[in-house]
């Protein structure tokens, strides 16, 4: 199964999967060409985003849980990806990664884990004091922070942070999410399990509104994207 995707360009872009492989493509997905990395064999890669040049990936051991961050720069024709390890990362296990620009670098996981990096090589622990396992992480600067949270009934809300990821207060209530995406560094989209649309924005303080957006018919918006 396909976990991740993330394209440069158009055309060329990279998928990752649960068993480890990463399929590349350099028509638009019309062509597909699958490699095993060595460094992700057992592995499962759940998330994957692009910065400086260089691919960032998050995995999960199959076998022993243990999580791995890797980076990795593409070959001129767009169908291979070098992969290097990270050996500054603890944590047991990770979700996501994301580049937020000036922002710095942030992977999420269960129980609340979070780490920051300003290179994505060199991991740092951001103690959160949450519980709930982190789905998706956007920071605006340093202090302003926005993360997708699942608890144990799977349900998802938003979460937000004004001073780098230490204190977190919920932003929506009885909303189940899906998934967000910023557009700008300090706005953004949500979609919902009830099919509808919400925008956050940072002005100064962290709020949401729902947007009048097309109709799902009901149906769960489950992903989006900007290009």
Not at 132 to 151: H, P, Q, R
């Amino acid at each position: 199964n396909i976990l991740d995707l993330y394209f440069a360009t158009d055309l060329k872009g990279v998928f990752v999967t649960n068993n480890g492989n990463v399929i590349y493509t350099i028509d638009g997905g019309n062509t597909l060409t699958v490699n095993a990395p060595t460094i992700f064999v057992g592995h499962e890669i759940k998330s994957i985003t692009f910065a400086n040049s260089k691919y960032f990936a998050v995995s999960k051991n199959k076998t022993t849980g243990t999580a791995r961050i890797a980076y990795g720069t593409m070959n001129t024709a767009g169908t291979l990806i070098t992969w290097t390890q990270v050996t500054s990362i603890t944590s047991t296990d990770l979700v996501t990664v994301s580049n937020c620009g000036t922002a710095g670098y942030y992977a999420g996981g269960p129980n609340g884990v979070l780490l920051k990096s300003t290179d994505a090589i060199t991991w740092e622990v951001i103690p959160t004091g949450m519980n709930g396992k982190i789905i998706s992480v956007f920071f605006v600067n340093a202090n302003k922070g926005v993360a997708l949270v699942e608890d144990v009934t799977f349900n998802r809300e938003l979460f937000t942070t004004l001073d780098g990821g230490k204190n977190w207060t919920k932003l929506s209530t009885g909303i189940n999410f899906n998934a967000f995406e910023f557009y700008q560094q300090a706005q953004g989209i949500a979609v919902a399990e009830s099919g509808k649309l919400y925008r956050l924005f940072s002005s100064p303080n962290w709020v949401f509104s729902e947007l009048a957006g097309p109709n799902s018919n009901g149906n769960a918006l489950v992903a989006l994207d900007f290009t």
